[in-house]
């Protein structure tokens, strides 16, 4: 990227307009934060009420694949990002020809096949899990039994905890690619984790990196339910451990834009990567509250092009995550509570509720997050636990 995308300029004649791949709730925050910048922006994505798409000045509702959806987006747009990785790479290349695309669609590639992933942290000397890929019966049959106990994962289109099975046995391993009908896989052993954790950094085009603390979070059924970040949540020595490795990461890609790196700490003190999403990630929500930029302001600016400063965290904060199962089911005659409690919820100092606008509660659903932000981790942790309470999410 030439020159910066400055916030209310014009170019080629209409109003500087960012534009997003993806038009669920990261690309609604991210829409939001270019449109306090100044930017307009237009959001490409199928759902005619997907949460983006509803606030955006441009919602182009196509397929990602569209030809005319495509130009479309290229037409409106100074520079074009994407809001998750299973956006086809190769829609990426095409927007890549034409305008600034950030993250690249060769970034994004890497990151949605398992196996490239591993191989990069490997080139990037960051310590993976001991494993192997699974994509024929050779593979599977050469497969050691020292990766036993494992966790098979298919190597493309897996998130929250999908596509993952774990399994105990030889007879397991080969029952469970059967019953991921055999597709490419990568089976990672099976380690003692004593906590997981996420680094955030965004860098830009020209080079410069910025990241945020390192922050603890609890997972449960494969998906995010806590994330805790105030001094100490992680100790000092593994936090750096994980901010370089992270920043390695992204520096061997080349990276522009917002990248997140999970990590394992295993009960031995030694830190393992796990994945990483070519994004902002739920883990980051916190930023909305508790910092002076949050990471979807970062990604606005590496996407245009803007100076990067180091992000300050002013608050203690914990994020929970809001899913579906909290939403009371309305009784048959059409009657009754519809919403938690969130009237009681906000009546507690330091909560900043954020719903992400989807029109139906599913289990399993992300609908929305709570930031609980504070003087001190205890203070913190008190009242995130008063508010698990009364939404009925299982204290932490």
């Not at 307009?40 to 955006?56: E, I, K, Y």
């Not at 024929?136 to 493309?156: N, W, Y």
């Not at 052993?189 to 004593?194: G, R």
């Not at 979070?217 to 001094?231: C, E, M, P, Q």
Request: proline residues 7%; neutral net charge.
């Amino acid at each position: 990227m030439s020159r910066a995308i400055l916030p209310g300029a014009m170019v080629n004649g209409q109003p500087a307009t960012l534009g997003v791949m993806g038009g669920g709730q990261l690309g609604r925050m991210f829409v939001h934060a270019a449109q306090a910048m100044g930017y307009f922006t237009a959001v490409l994505d199928p759902d005619a009420a997907s949460p983006a798409g509803r606030v955006s000045h441009h919602h182009i509702q196509t397929d990602y694949l569209d030809e005319q959806g495509l130009a479309q987006l290229m037409q409106r747009c100074a520079a074009i990002t994407t809001e998750f990785e299973n956006v086809p790479a190769p829609a990426l290349l095409t927007l890549g020809a034409h305008r600034p695309v950030a993250p690249a669609s060769e970034s994004v590639a890497i990151a949605q096949d398992r196996a490239a992933e591993k191989a990069h942290f490997v080139r990037c000397g960051v310590p993976v899990a001991p494993h192997a890929v699974i994509e024929s019966p050779a593979q599977l049959a050469a497969v050691g039994e020292d990766l036993l106990p494992g966790i098979l994962k298919t190597a493309r289109m897996g998130y929250d905890g999908k596509g993952q099975i774990r399994v105990k046995t030889r007879e397991e391993l080969v029952a469970a690619w059967t019953a991921l009908q055999n597709v490419p896989c990568v089976l990672e052993k099976m380690l003692p984790l004593k906590a997981e954790c996420s680094v955030i950094v965004a860098r830009g085009a020209d080079g410069q990196m910025v990241n945020f603390p390192v922050q603890l979070n609890v997972h449960r059924d494969g998906i995010l339910a806590v994330t805790s970040v105030y001094k100490g949540a992680v100790p000092f020595d593994v936090a750096a451990q994980a901010v370089a490795a992270t920043r390695a990461i992204a520096e061997g890609l080349h990276y522009v834009g917002v990248l997140c790196v999970e990590f394992f700490l295993l009960e031995g003190g030694q830190l393992v990567v796990n994945e990483m999403a070519p994004r902002p990630h739920n883990s980051g929500h916190y930023t909305l509250n508790a910092c002076d930029q949050s990471q979807f302001e970062l990604q606005v600016r590496t996407l245009a092009g803007l100076p990067l400063t180091q992000p300050r965290q002013h608050s203690s904060a914990i994020m929970l995550n809001l899913l579906g199962d909290l939403w009371p089911q309305v009784t048959p005659t059409g009657k009754g509570p519809t919403s938690p409690a969130w009237g009681q919820v906000l009546a507690l100092p330091g909560t900043h509720l954020h719903l992400y606008g989807k029109l139906t509660a599913r289990p399993g659903r992300k609908m929305g997050h709570l930031n609980i932000t504070g003087a001190t981790p205890e203070d913190v942790r008190a009242t995130a636990l008063q508010a698990a309470a009364l939404l009925g999410i299982e204290a932490f």
